[in-house]
C-alpha cells in the first residue's frame, strides 16, 4: 500500500485554521456572519456543491439547538440522522410518527433557511438479518425514514449495507442485501425518493472491489462515500475515486492510518485529491461534514465537533 501522505491542504491553510478555542469562539459569530467565503466558493470556487453538517454531530443536544448550530457556523443543510444511539430521533421515537416528527423538522429548517441534505438511518435490525421477522422489522423501519423524507424534502435516504451473519457465506450475505435492496428502491422510486448505501469497516462492504460487486448485482444503487472507511485500512485515495461515478451523497471527517475519526490537523486523507475526482468522474451532490463521539477503543478520536465541523467548512469554502 503507498504511504500515508498529510496533503489535505497545504501547510499555510492548516495553520490558518488550526485556531486556538479562545480565538475560535471570539471569532466564532463573525465568521457565521460573513458569507463572502460562502458567496465567492458557489460563484466559481472549487467546491461549487451545497455543504452540510450531521446533525448528530450534536446529539447531546436537542434537535432545534442542533439545527441553530449548523446555522450559526454557516452551513447550506443539515444531514438528519436517526440512530438507535447518537441521534436525538430515534427508530423507536419515530415509529408509526415519521410525518409528525418530519413536519416540525421541516419547520425548523424552513425557519433557518437549511436544506434536508440526507435522511440517514439505522437500526439494530440488519437488512440482510437470516431472520425473517427482523428483516420484517428493518423493512417497516425504512418505510418510516421514507415518510420522514419525504415530509423535510430530502431528495434520498442513506442506509448500512448490513453484515455476514454467522452461518452466511460472503455471498449468501451479498445476494440478500441485494433483494432487501431492490425491494427499498422500488418503495423509494415510488416516492421520487432515491436510496444509497453508506460502505463501512465492519459491514461485507469494507473495500471497493466488494461494493463494485453489490452494485452489478443492484445498478441502480447509488453509494453514500465516506473515506475514512477505507483510509484507515490503508486503502489508497486513487483506488476509491472510480465510486464517485455511483454516489449521491459524501460524508467527509478526518481520518488517518488506524484511527476512523481524527481532528482537522491529524487528517491524512487526501482531500484536496477527492475535490478533484469529484469533478473528474461528475460529483454534484452534497458534502456532509460528519463528526460523531468516536472514543478510542472503538477505533476513532473523542472530538470537539463542533470546532472540526467549522474547519472543514471553512477548508472546503476557502480557495485551493
Same mark, same amino acid.
Given at each position: 500500500? +503507498?504511504?500515508?501522505? *498529510?496533503? !489535505?491542504? @497545504?501547510?499555510?491553510?492548516?495553520?490558518?485554521?488550526?485556531?486556538?478555542?479562545?480565538?475560535?469562539?471570539?471569532?466564532?459569530?463573525?465568521?457565521?456572519?460573513?458569507?463572502?467565503?460562502?458567496?465567492?466558493? $458557489?460563484?466559481?470556487?472549487?467546491?461549487?456543491?451545497?455543504?452540510?453538517?450531521?446533525?448528530?454531530?450534536?446529539?447531546?443536544? @436537542?434537535?432545534?439547538?442542533?439545527?441553530? =448550530?449548523?446555522?450559526?457556523?454557516?452551513?447550506?443543510?443539515?444531514?438528519?440522522?436517526?440512530?438507535?444511539?447518537?441521534?436525538?430521533?430515534?427508530?423507536?421515537?419515530? /415509529?408509526?410518527?415519521?410525518?409528525?416528527?418530519?413536519?416540525?423538522?421541516?419547520?425548523?429548517?424552513?425557519?433557518?433557511?437549511?436544506?434536508?441534505?440526507?435522511?440517514?438511518?439505522?437500526?439494530?435490525?440488519?437488512?440482510?438479518?437470516?431472520?425473517?421477522? $427482523?428483516?420484517?422489522?428493518? /423493512?417497516?423501519?425504512?418505510?418510516?425514514?421514507?415518510?420522514?423524507?419525504?415530509?423535510?424534502?430530502?431528495?434520498?435516504?442513506? =442506509?448500512? *449495507?448490513?453484515?455476514?451473519?454467522?452461518?452466511?457465506?460472503? &455471498?449468501? +450475505?451479498?445476494?440478500?442485501?441485494?433483494?432487501?435492496?431492490?425491494?427499498?428502491?422500488?418503495?423509494? $422510486?415510488? /416516492?421520487?425518493?432515491?436510496?444509497?448505501?453508506?460502505?463501512?469497516?465492519?459491514?461485507? #462492504?469494507?473495500?471497493?472491489?466488494?461494493?463494485?460487486?453489490?452494485?452489478?448485482? &443492484?445498478? %441502480?444503487?447509488?453509494?453514500?462515500?465516506?473515506?475514512?472507511?477505507?483510509?484507515?485500512?490503508? =486503502?489508497?485515495?486513487?483506488?476509491?475515486?472510480? #465510486?464517485?461515478?455511483?454516489?449521491?451523497?459524501?460524508?467527509?471527517?478526518?481520518?488517518? $492510518?488506524?484511527?476512523?475519526?481524527?481532528?482537522?490537523?491529524?487528517?491524512? !486523507?487526501?482531500?484536496?485529491? =477527492?475535490?478533484?475526482?469529484?469533478?473528474?468522474?461528475?460529483?454534484?451532490?452534497? !458534502?456532509?461534514?460528519?463528526?460523531?463521539?468516536? *472514543?478510542?477503543? #472503538?477505533?476513532?478520536?473523542?472530538?470537539?465537533?463542533?470546532?472540526?465541523?467549522?474547519?472543514?467548512?471553512?477548508?472546503?469554502?476557502? %480557495?485551493?
Amino acid at each position: 500500500m +503507498a504511504s500515508a501522505q *498529510p496533503v !489535505i491542504c @497545504s501547510t499555510s491553510r492548516v495553520a490558518r485554521l488550526a485556531l486556538s478555542n479562545d480565538q475560535f469562539f471570539s471569532e466564532k459569530s463573525q465568521f457565521a456572519d460573513s458569507h463572502g467565503l460562502k458567496t465567492d466558493r $458557489r460563484q466559481g470556487g472549487a467546491v461549487p456543491r451545497p455543504i452540510a453538517c450531521s446533525s448528530f454531530s450534536f446529539s447531546g443536544v @436537542s434537535y432545534s439547538t442542533a439545527l441553530d =448550530i449548523i446555522h450559526d457556523l454557516g452551513f447550506d443543510g443539515v444531514g438528519l440522522g436517526v440512530f438507535p444511539q447518537l441521534s436525538t430521533l430515534t427508530p423507536e421515537l419515530i /415509529r408509526g410518527k415519521a410525518r409528525y416528527w418530519g413536519a416540525a423538522l421541516a419547520t425548523g429548517l424552513r425557519q433557518r433557511g437549511l436544506a434536508a441534505a440526507d435522511v440517514f438511518g439505522a437500526s439494530e435490525m440488519k437488512i440482510n438479518d437470516p431472520d425473517a421477522e $427482523r428483516r420484517r422489522s428493518a /423493512r417497516q423501519f425504512f418505510d418510516d425514514l421514507i415518510e420522514l423524507a419525504e415530509s423535510v424534502d430530502a431528495d434520498g435516504i442513506t =442506509i448500512l *449495507p448490513g453484515v455476514e451473519h454467522p452461518g452466511q457465506s460472503q &455471498v449468501s +450475505a451479498l445476494e440478500l442485501t441485494a433483494r432487501e435492496l431492490e425491494f427499498r428502491l422500488d418503495r423509494a $422510486r415510488a /416516492r421520487g425518493l432515491r436510496v444509497s448505501i453508506e460502505p463501512h469497516v465492519g459491514s461485507h #462492504l469494507d473495500t471497493p472491489e466488494k461494493v463494485l460487486t453489490l452494485l452489478d448485482l &443492484v445498478p %441502480e444503487l447509488e453509494l453514500t462515500l465516506d473515506y475514512a472507511h477505507f483510509h484507515v485500512q490503508g =486503502i489508497p485515495e486513487p483506488d476509491i475515486h472510480h #465510486l464517485l461515478a455511483r454516489a449521491r451523497h459524501f460524508h467527509c471527517r478526518g481520518a488517518r $492510518r488506524d484511527t476512523i475519526q481524527t481532528d482537522f490537523r491529524s487528517n491524512t !486523507i487526501d482531500f484536496d485529491g =477527492i475535490l478533484v475526482a469529484m469533478e473528474e468522474h461528475g460529483y454534484s451532490g452534497w !458534502i456532509e461534514v460528519e463528526y460523531v463521539y468516536w *472514543p478510542v477503543e #472503538l477505533g476513532g478520536e473523542v472530538c470537539d465537533n463542533l470546532r472540526e465541523a467549522r474547519h472543514f467548512l471553512e477548508y472546503l469554502r476557502s %480557495e485551493p
